[in-house]
């Protein structure tokens, strides 16, 4: 009868453990800890400006971050297998480009479309080719790459700017949705964070990705074909700088040379708050979403309250640090805590 007791009492407090380490593990993830960081800036700007929750001004706030989020998406797929872009914004320059100097010589609005998307997916693939051909690391050559396309524009257009644009070209980058008060932009970006979700998350490339990222000796020996997957995110990466391209130039109505100068750094900057890690193999969809919502609204709020550029990049910066830092931490905790378990048992 005392074995049987002691045993129930074994197996409650086994139970009871199991619902403890259930929760740690939950509210120690980068994502659920990304979710209190963002209700903490909302909650702190609200108090701070009685002008910063308003469903008007938090929406208006997404034309300043949803490009960037946007071109965040396909550098998850880029960093989940270990490698990096640095050239994006430079992509973006020489699509911005095309489409200000055709625009100028009189094409229509989805010529203007069709041209960027073209540059911008046949760059990205110059750069996978590359990087793949010459198995250099991908940092290195889109260093190379980076001055490059920047240098072709800023070649041929110079100081000079392009403002001359087809009527109702402005309605992607500037206009609501109809009815709403919801960017026609941002709701680009909902979709496009949906389905690459799915991708990331729902199938086998999604898979490959994560395989390639723990390991691309060991993927590859697995039947993945590293090379290709890697083409294959460099040129969708290319692609959505075409796209991202289309974007700006719609809002601003404006093409010069030195356009999305310093993306590339808070691109990445995004998609690491989100917890991606930089050495590939971790991260979500999700996660970066967050992200982007709280380094948009923190500037937004920031920019309520006119506080400097300054501090406004060391907050940033001390967030990255954090992303970086904690996931590592809390990894090294949940593993004594393990073996502490274990050793209890």
């Known amino acids: 009868m005392q074995q049987k007791t002691d045993l129930v009492a074994k197996n409650r407090l086994i139970d009871e453990m199991s619902i403890r ?18 209700i903490a800036v909302f909650v702190f700007f609200t108090l701070k400006s009685p002008y910063f929750l308003d469903w008007f001004n938090l929406m208006n706030a997404t034309f300043q971050f949803s490009e960037k989020a ?7 797929f880029i960093i989940m297998c270990g490698d990096i872009d640095i050239s994006i914004a430079s992509i973006i320059a020489l699509c911005a480009y095309v ?30 080719i590359l ?14 790459t980076q001055s490059i396309y920047r240098g072709i524009s800023i070649g041929l257009l110079g100081d000079q700017a392009r403002t001359k644009f087809p009527p109702n070209f402005g309605v992607l980058g500037q206009e609501f949705v109809p009815g709403t008060t919801i960017p026609i932009e941002f709701v680009i970006y909902l979709v496009l964070m949906l389905i690459f979700a799915f991708v990331l998350h729902k199938t086998t490339y999604g898979r490959r990705l994560y395989a390639i990222g723990n ?28 796209l991202t391209a289309i974007l700006l130039a719609s ?10 100068n310093g993306w590339d750094l808070e691109i990445i900057t995004l998609v690491v708050l989100g917890g991606v ?10 996660g970066v979403f967050v992200g982007s ?22 907050v940033i910066g001390s967030l990255l640090i954090c992303a970086v830092l904690l996931p590592r931490l809390l990894d090294l905790y949940k593993a004594k805590r393990k073996l502490r378990i274990q050793a209890q048992r």
């Open 277 to 286: 890690s930089i050495n590939g193999g971790r991260g979500s969809v999700f």
């Open 99 to 128: 489409v200000g100097n055709a625009a100028l010589g009189g094409a229509s609005i989805p010529s203007l479309i069709l041209l960027s998307l073209l540059v911008g997916t046949a760059a990205g693939f110059f750069n996978g």
């Open 293 to 314: 919502l709280v380094v948009g609204y923190l500037k937004f709020g920031m920019g309520l309250l006119k506080l400097s550029g300054t501090l406004m990049t060391i």
């Open 70 to 76: 946007i071109m965040a998406l396909p550098m998850i």
């Open 21 to 38: 380490n259930r929760l740690i593990e939950f509210f120690t993830k980068w994502e659920v800890i990304l979710i209190f960081i963002a």
């Open 131 to 144: 990087i793949t051909s010459l198995n250099m690391p991908a940092i290195a050559v889109t260093l190379a």
């Open 215 to 242: 390991s691309a000796e060991a993927a590859r020996f697995s039947g993945i074909n590293v090379k290709l997957t890697k083409i294959i995110n460099f040129t969708l990466t290319g692609f959505f700088c075409g």
């Open 251 to 260: 809002r601003i109505l404006s093409v010069r040379s030195n356009i999305a």
